[in-house]
C-alpha cells in the first residue's frame, strides 16, 4: 500500500551519544572554512560601494520616473489622481492644469513625489491607468543633504530613465 | 636581567590575557565569516592600514570605554551592581597567573619560574578562581533587579555547578595519572614518550580530555552550553542592564575565562609548552639544529603568507598602500630574524637557555591559538544546549564517565607501580 515507513534516527547508542554527529559537523564548518581561507574570491559577499550588484531587473521597485508618450515624447501624465488616492504614504502632491497642445485634455503643472515619506509599495503604479509612473528606473539609492533633496519634481522624475525595454509609456 | 626575568611571566599573563582579547573577538569575527561563506570586519583602518581587521575590534573597545556610564534608577544595590563586572573579570583574569609557559629556567645559578604564580598548587589555584568567575555573573543578575537577569545568572550557577563536579573528577585521574598537583611538574611529565606517541595528557587520557575540555566549555559559558544569555529566551540573560565598559567587563571576562581554560587544557592535555618527543635538555644541547630548522621554517611561511596576502588583499583603500607596507614589514622582520638567528646558529654566540625559553613561549602560543580557535571553531558549528539537555549530559553522562575514568586509571597506575 501506500504506507511509506520513514527510518526514525537518533534512537541509537552511538547516535545517543552525539559524537559522531559533532564530529561530522565540525568537519562541514572546517571545510567551509578552509576553502574560503585559500581562495576567498568565492565568497558571495558584495564589497558594496566598490562592486555594483548586477542582478537588478525591470521589476525590483526602485525611484518613481514619469514615462514619455512615444508619439511626441511628451508627459504620458493626465493628473487623474489615481496615484495620489492609491498612495498609502500620501506623498505624491499634484496640481492639475490644462493641456493647450492639443495631445490630451490634462496635465499636472506639479508633480511631485516626497521620497522621504514614500514606502515603495508600488500601488501608484499598479493604479495608474495611463501606464504614466513606473518604478523601474532600478535606482536603488537615494542620496541628499536635506529634506528638499528628497522631494522629485516633474522634471527629475520625467528626466529618470527605465532599466526595462519599454522606454514610453504603453497607454493608447 | 633577574627582575626581568620575574616580571617576564606577569608580563606574558598581561599579553595573553588582556592583550589577546581583542586578537579573539577579530578572530571570533573573522572565523565565524569564514565558515558562513561571508567575510568579516575588513573595512575599518587607521589611514588605510587594516591588518586584516583587526583594528575594528581596537574601536569597538574605543567605543565600549568612551560610552556614557549609565546607571538604571530602579537599581538598588550599586555597589553590588557595581561589583560584578570587576569579580567575574578578576577571577578569570587570575585564573591566568599559574599557567607555566615555559621550563624553569636557570641563568648563572639562579633558578626563574616561569609562572606569574610561582606555586605548585596550580590545578587548586585554577578550580578556585575558575569557579569564582560564576560570582561576578550571579550578583550581577541579582543585583539587576530584572527577572531576564536572574534568570540568567541562575542558569549559569547551576550549569557551572553541575560542571564543576565532572570538571573536578577528570582532573583527579589526570593527578593519578602525573602523580602531582604542580602544573609545570606536569608539564615536565608529558616530555616522555609513551610507546611511540609523546606522553601527552590527551594521548594517555583521552576520556578525560574530553571530558575535561566539555566541561570546560561549560564553565566559561561559550556555546553549546551558553544558555546563560540565551538571547532568543531572556534577552542577554545575565548582562541585559550593563551598559559600556560594565557590559565591556564582562564582554572581555568571557574571552579571557576562554582564553585560561585554553591554557589550562594545553598545559594538561597538550603538553603544555613542549615540542612532541623533545625536552628541554634536548632541545638546549642541539640548539644549532633548532635555530636551522626555525630559520628555514620561518623563510617558508613568511613567503607563503606574502603570496597569500598579494592574493587576498584587493580591497583598494585610501592612505598608504597596505600590500606594499605588509610586504616590507614581513620580509624585513623575517630577515632580521634570520641574520639574528643565524647569528647564534653559526656558533657565534651562547644564547641556548634564552632561545628555548623563547622557543616554548612560541610553542604555547601556537597551541594556545589552537584551543582558541576550536573554541571558536565549536562555538559556529553546534547549536546551543537546551536548559535541561545541559544538566543531564553533565549529571547523567560526564559524571559516571569521570567517575569510572578514575577507576581505571587508579587500578592501572597501582598495577603499573606494583609491577615495578
Known sequence: MGIKVVKRHGGTFLEKMYVQAVFGGMKTTLKHFTANLSDASNIPTLCYPEQLPTDITPRYRGVHRLTHRKSDDSIACVACFMCATACPAKCIEIVATEREDGVDEKMPAIFNIDLLACVFCGYCVEACPCDAIRMDSGLYSVIGDKREDFIYDKAKLLSIKGISKEEFSLAK | ?420
Not at chain 2, 541585559?240 to 582564553?259: C, D, N, Q, S, W
Not at chain 2, 635555530?291 to 613568511?302: E, K, P, Q, R, Y
Not at chain 2, 604555547?364 to 576550536?374: E, I
Request: aromatic residues 14%; hydrophobic residues 55%; contains cysteine.
Open chain 2, 1 to 420: 636581567m633577574s627582575t626581568f626575568l620575574i616580571l617576564l611571566p606577569l608580563i606574558l599573563t598581561l599579553l595573553f590575557s588582556l592583550a589577546t582579547v581583542p586578537i579573539l573577538v577579530w578572530m571570533e569575527r573573522r572565523v565565524a565569516a569564514l565558515i558562513q561563506d561571508r567575510l568579516g570586519p575588513n573595512r575599518c583602518n587607521v589611514n588605510g592600514i587594516r591588518l586584516g581587521g583587526i583594528v575594528q575590534s581596537v574601536a569597538d573597545m574605543m567605543k565600549l570605554v568612551f560610552k556614557e556610564e549609565f546607571l538604571p534608577s530602579h537599581i538598588k544595590n550599586k555597589f553590588y551592581y557595581l561589583a560584578a563586572p570587576s569579580i567575574a573579570f578578576m577571577s578569570s583574569f587570575l585564573t591566568f597567573m599559574v599557567i607555566p609557559y615555559a621550563d624553569n629556567v636557570t641563568i648563572n645559578e639562579q633558578t626563574f619560574t616561569m609562572q606569574a604564580l610561582p606555586t605548585d598548587l596550580g590545578v587548586l589555584w585554577f578550580l578556585a578562581f575558575a569557579g569564582l568567575g560564576v560570582y561576578g555573573i550571579i550578583l550581577g543578575g541579582w543585583a539587576s533587579h530584572n527577572k531576564y537577569a536572574i534568570l540568567g545568572s541562575m542558569r549559569a550557577t547551576a550549569q557551572v555547578i553541575s560542571y564543576e563536579v565532572a570538571m573536578g573528577l577528570s582532573l583527579v585521574s589526570m593527578l593519578i595519572t602525573y602523580g602531582t598537583i604542580s602544573l609545570n611538574e606536569m608539564v615536565t611529565y608529558q616530555s616522555q614518550s609513551f610507546f611511540i606517541f609523546p606522553a601527552w595528557g590527551i594521548i594517555l587520557q583521552p576520556l578525560a580530555a574530553i571530558i575535561f575540555i566539555v566541561t570546560a566549555f561549560a564553565e566559561t559559558n561559550r556555546a553549546p552550553f551558553d544558555a546563560a544569555e540565551g538571547e532568543s529566551e531572556i534577552v542577554a540573560g545575565y548582562h541585559t542592564e550593563y551598559g559600556a565598559m560594565k557590559f565591556g567587563l564582562f564582554f572581555v571576562a568571557e574571552y579571557i575565562a576562554m582564553a585560561a581554560s585554553g591554557a589550562l587544557i594545553v598545559t594538561l592535555f597538550l603538553g603544555g609548552y613542549q615540542l612532541p618527543y623533545l625536552s628541554t635538555q634536548d632541545l638546549i644541547n642541539h640548539f644549532e639544529l633548532v635555530l636551522w630548522l626555525i630559520i628555514t621554517f620561518a623563510a617558508v611561511t613568511s613567503l607563503l603568507f606574502l603570496a597569500w596576502v598579494k592574493k587576498h588583499n584587493i580591497l583598494v583603500m585610501n592612505g598608504l598602500n597596505e600590500t606594499k607596507i605588509y610586504t616590507t614589514v614581513i620580509v624585513g622582520f623575517t630577515l632580521f630574524a634570520i641574520i639574528v638567528m643565524s647569528y647564534y646558529a653559526l656558533g657565534f654566540g651562547n644564547a641556548s637557555t634564552v632561545g628555548v625559553m623563547l622557543l616554548q613561549f612560541a610553542v604555547f602560543t601556537v597551541k594556545l591559538f589552537f584551543l582558541h580557535f576550536l573554541f571558536i571553531w565549536v562555538r559556529w558549528t553546534l547549536p546551543r544546549f537546551r536548559y535541561d539537555q545541559t544538566q543531564k549530559l553533565g549529571w547523567n553522562i560526564l559524571l559516571p564517565l569521570s567517575l569510572v575514568n578514575i577507576f581505571i586509571t587508579a587500578i592501572v597506575v597501582v598495577g603499573v607501580n606494583y609491577g615495578n
